[in-house]
């Protein structure tokens, strides 16, 4: 110990000891921020799973709602409105949105394509309640509530999802492939649809499952286009239908624990398929992009 | 394949070539018109939410903007009330979740070991993917009633002397309860941006810096920030932008009455986008139906503004950064 003490100490002092500390802070800091984030979605995850549990039954998948006051019921015509309408909404967006990632990447100028990738993002910034009153005004007023509206609205929020994952996920592609083909004398047209386009399978549809993620849970286009609705199950898409999204939210704001329960346990049902399907994107993502960069 | 067989004569040529022609012609109109399609039906959008309004701008022109009655009796309507509401909530948002964001997004660029970095990021971007509808179930059965019975009052006994917690909460419906819900949907947003702005500074930037002698901290500080520092502007706006637009979890959670312009957190208030959430089946009149899509133009063009800055700022960032 003696002649420890006449050796220089290799602990930090005075202004290095400051130093060290404060970056320890700073890194304590962003290590808990991180952690709080995974921790908030671990409680949300494990309260809603709680709550739903005492409400998830045969009934609850099989019943339409049950008539005011009594207990029971189900959300069976919430589940398949929901299923309807975003289906239709992929029908709609998929389509289009992969006909402008196709301009957008194989045949427009580079100023051209600049101002429709702002546009995408521009109509990825459109709130979606003004994206429901926008739908409201074109389609609603006048001749009433429709699932096929429905679809409309969220068609258009699934829009620039799937475009810009496809644009992003057409860029990968090496130009070689477009060149071989095109040195074959195998027409433009040919060359994007039946050698482009196939490459970025994977691509597409990780755009779509994006796509179908995000719309499942959107709730505010409905209220404009869907609230009103037979307590049945409705395949038409004429006609107006009850969704999850909806449900919930009615059911939120009820002082009856029975719709309550019910509430969460739609929540459940929603929370289960939207990450379900957000995963698997996230899955088809990394296995497309390794393909395409030369795996 | 056709493309293959060899054609039987020059006239089969022709009809090919000339098939290839229109072919190309046509595929590449078809996509040009659904490219155009989008940039028009951003013009159709803003068009009829404007022409939906149009009732209430015969009516109160402009004055709407800082008129704060909201009468369907007496059928006087103002969107004051509201623009604070959404200012004010996605302003708090913004000052508690940016610099979380931040730091989430220097941890997983930084700090995190390799094999819990993929993990934590994609937990990260999962909190964005609730949907907003079952935050807001939530945040009204589990979040509020946390807010009322302590967070509140604590908040009250601590911060009683600002404005922003002069009263202990009624319920567990206020301000402060959509703020933390804001909070909790921008945050995964905010977070990812930068994480990936971090990624991109040059790692010969850091090793100068740690090679000088700098602890990770004034590296960041130095270094990281100041580098980014276009790019993080504009991540946080694209996440307050989220946050201007939420209509149904703000809906559940802020109680949907206004006191005017109210600094104290624990009132309820109501924002642009909550109100017209939440008259979508109690709009009587035409003048009122008029001031909801009135609402909605100020939404609009809010979040418009808020998109098109960040990423203006993000193309000018790309730019500088390709010199």
Request: aromatic share 8%; net charge positive; proline share 4%.
């Amino acid at each position: 110990m003696e002649a420890a003490s006449v050796r220089p100490s290799l602990k930090a002092q005075g202004r290095a000891r400051r130093r060290l500390l404060t970056n320890r802070g700073t890194e304590l800091g962003a290590t808990l921020a991180a952690f709080g984030a995974v921790a908030v979605l671990a409680i949300v995850v494990v309260n809603v799973v709680q709550r739903a549990i005492p409400a998830l039954n045969v009934d609850l998948l099989t019943q339409v709602q049950a008539t005011f006051g009594e207990s029971g019921g189900g959300i069976s015509n919430a589940i398949v409105g929901s299923a309807i309408i975003v289906g239709l909404a992929t029908a709609i967006a998929v389509p289009i949105g992969v006909l402008i990632a196709i301009y957008v990447s194989e045949f427009a100028h580079e100023q051209v394509r600049r101002y429709v990738r702002l546009a995408l993002d521009v109509l990825n910034g459109v709130p979606s309640i003004v994206i429901g009153i926008f739908v409201y005004g074109l389609l609603v007023t006048g001749s009433g509530q429709a699932a096929w509206k429905a679809s409309f609205a969220l068609g258009v929020i699934m829009l620039p999802i799937v475009s810009r994952t496809t644009i992003e996920i057409l860029g990968l592609v090496p130009s070689e492939v477009r060149e071989a083909s095109l040195a074959l004398g195998v027409a433009r047209w040919r060359t994007v649809l039946f050698v482009v386009l196939p490459t970025v399978r994977g691509g597409v549809l990780t755009g779509s499952t994006l796509a179908v993620a995000r719309a499942a849970g959107e709730t505010a286009p409905l209220l404009f286009t869907t609230s009103i609705f037979l307590n049945a199950v409705v395949s038409d898409p004429r006609q107006a239908m009850d969704t999850l999204p909806f449900t919930i939210f009615l059911y939120s704001e009820s002082a009856d624990p029975n719709l309550q329960r019910q509430a969460w346990a739609a929540a459940f049902v929603l929370m289960a398929f939207v990450l379900v399907t957000g995963l698997s994107a996230r899955f088809l993502l990394a296995r497309s992009e390794r393909k395409l960069r030369g795996g | 394949m056709e493309a293959i067989s060899v054609p039987a004569s020059d006239h089969g040529l022709d009809t090919r070539r000339r098939r290839d022609r229109y072919g190309d012609v046509a595929l590449k109109w078809t996509t040009a018109l659904a490219a155009a399609g989008s940039v028009a039906l951003i013009g159709l959008i803003v068009y009829k939410v404007v022409d939906g309004a149009q009732p209430a701008f015969s009516q109160f022109g402009i004055s709407f903007i800082w008129h704060r009655t909201w009468d369907a009796v007496t059928n006087h309507f103002g969107a004051l009330d509201f623009i604070f509401g959404t200012l004010y909530t996605t302003a708090w948002a913004v000052l508690i979740g940016g610099p979380i964001a931040i730091a989430i997004g220097l941890y997983l660029s930084e700090l995190a070991p390799r094999g819990v970095r993929g993990v934590i990021g994609s937990l990260v971007e999962m909190l964005a993917a609730i949907p907003s509808v079952v935050l807001g179930l939530w945040g009204i059965l589990v979040l509020g009633p946390v807010v009322h019975d302590q967070l509140g009052p604590w908040l009250n006994t601590a911060f009683g002397w600002t404005p922003f917690f002069s009263s202990r909460p009624d319920s567990g419906s206020s301000l402060f309860t959509a703020v933390l819900v804001l909070t909790i949907m921008l945050v995964p947003i905010t977070a990812s941006i930068s994480r990936d702005l971090f990624a991109q500074v040059p790692a010969d930037v850091k090793e100068a810096a740690y090679g000088l002698g700098l602890t990770r901290w004034e590296m960041v500080r130095g270094v990281l920030l100041p580098y980014a520092r276009g790019g993080l502007i504009s991540a946080v706006l694209l996440g307050g932008g989220r946050a201007v637009g939420e209509a149904i979890a703000v809906t559940q959670v802020i109680g949907a009455t206004t006191h005017g312009i109210d600094w104290n957190l624990f009132d309820t208030g109501d924002t642009l986008a909550s109100r017209i959430a939440s008259q979508y089946q109690g709009a009587v009149s035409n003048l009122q139906v008029g001031s909801l899509f009135y609402l909605g133009v100020i939404l609009l063009v809010m979040s418009l503004v808020v998109n098109f800055v960040a990423q203006t700022i993000v193309r000018r960032y790309a730019i500088e950064r390709a010199h």
